[in-house]
């Protein structure tokens, strides 16, 4: 079993900064890739960024690209997400995903374990 906890999320105005944490507890030595998606009121969720165990590999969101940026320290089973330039459309509820599997994706079908969410929310 793991269990995935975010936390930093906020409210910030438009402009600025937030760093958002996943810590993982539990079975972590076979969560090999790690993500973060996001679902704002009345939208599907939507994928924001996702790392390779290593950290050799990322992909974002096009949405992001540039201002997002996603890391991890597996000593400490934590992921991060530094969030800069912040826009009123990043408003969402963040949640961390894992999964097993080695193939870094963004399809949130193929991630086996999920958070409760941080909520972010960016005033004009």
């Known amino acids: 079993q793991v269990q995935l906890v975010e936390s930093g999320g906020g409210l910030v105005q438009a402009g600025g900064s937030l760093r958002l944490s996943c810590a993982a507890s539990g079975r972590t030595s076979n969560l090999y890739v790690m993500g973060w998606f996001r679902q704002a009121p009345g939208k599907e969720r939507e994928f924001v960024t996702a790392?390779?165990?290593?950290?050799?590999?990322?992909f974002y969101a096009n949405s992001v690209k540039g201002r997002f940026t996603v890391s991890r320290d597996n000593a400490k089973n934590t992921m991060y997400l530094q969030m800069n330039s912040l826009k009123p459309e990043d408003t969402a509820a963040y949640y961390c995903a894992a999964r097993s599997g080695s193939a870094v994706v963004a399809d949130d079908g193929r991630y086996d374990y999920w958070g409760q969410g941080t909520q972010v929310t960016v005033s004009s």
């Open positions: 790392i390779s165990w290593s950290g050799g590999t990322t």
